[in-house]
């Protein structure tokens, strides 16, 4: 039975987009395939040409570029969603960094400059684009943020990056208590191993991939779809009763305790 969602009229901004195997991309399409406006940013002026071949097909679509660290560009961010979209129903925060080094030593040996760079890109930013956000976004509006299980549990050479995590599942739980005052709705998505651009940063993740897959309930990984499908229910109406909660997407790998076989 397919239940279908119409989101004509509805406008969102999805962040943290880099190419077509992105986790903010496969919500994204779901988004638009439902019939939303949406607008695309992107880090970095060297990914425009790719995000404009992303885009193309979908007229319901704008990109921009955006770095999340400078106020400068947020505030042009918002200001041209003000301005050709007049306010926001729906928010995707698809992004994260670590320096390499941070992921290649030990834990131990973090650094405060890559403590703070981690955490600064990859949680406060969300609370960032909140803040941003907030005059915009419409009564009943949602936000998703992706994370990952390794803010739970020890996942070796993820390292700060967990910690980043996080603290961005916490963030996601105190917005979503502010902004419940405007029955505004904030919810993470914790995926599995996903073979994403920011995948390839992490030592060994060919092994994470497939050792997941093996312990996983359904004997897989989950997949680019089946986190977007997850995307649009929480920001739609059907997810309308939830929020500041992590919702899995990972074939039930994080329910697992040992495979015996």
Not at 204 to 216: E, I, N, R, T, V
């Amino acid at each position: 039975m397919m239940i279908p969602i119409d989101l004509t009229g509805k406008k969102a901004l999805v962040m943290g987009v880099t190419n077509a195997r992105s986790l903010g991309w496969a919500i994204g399409e779901q988004l638009l395939k439902a019939g939303a406006t949406c607008a695309f940013s992107y880090q970095g002026e060297r990914l425009k040409g790719d995000m404009d071949k992303l885009t193309a097909p979908h007229p319901n679509a704008w990109t921009e570029a955006c770095d999340v660290t400078v106020e400068a560009e947020l505030e042009r961010l918002f200001a041209r969603v003000r301005e050709e979209m007049g306010g926001l129903d729906y928010i995707v925060h698809s992004i994260a960094f670590a320096p390499r080094a941070a992921m290649d030593g030990r834990f131990i040996d973090t650094t405060p400059e890559d403590w703070n760079t981690a955490l600064s890109v990859s949680a406060y930013s969300l609370v960032s684009v909140a803040r941003h956000a907030e005059p915009l976004l419409n009564e009943g509006g949602s936000i998703v943020t992706l994370t990952y299980y390794a803010s739970q549990k020890v996942v070796p050479k993820y390292n700060v990056m967990g910690i980043a995590k996080a603290a961005l599942e916490a963030s996601t739980r105190y917005l979503a208590y502010e902004l419940g005052k405007k029955n505004v709705r904030v919810n993470a998505i914790s995926a599995g191993p996903m073979r994403t651009v920011a995948a390839r940063s992490i030592p060994g993740f060919g092994s994470m991939y497939d050792k997941a897959a093996a312990m996983s309930m359904l004997g897989r990984n989950a997949t680019q779809e089946e986190v977007g499908k997850l995307g649009l229910f929480l920001l739609s109406d059907l997810g309308s009763g939830i929020t500041g909660e992590v919702t899995y997407v990972d074939a039930g790998y994080n329910a697992m305790g040992m495979q015996l076989e």
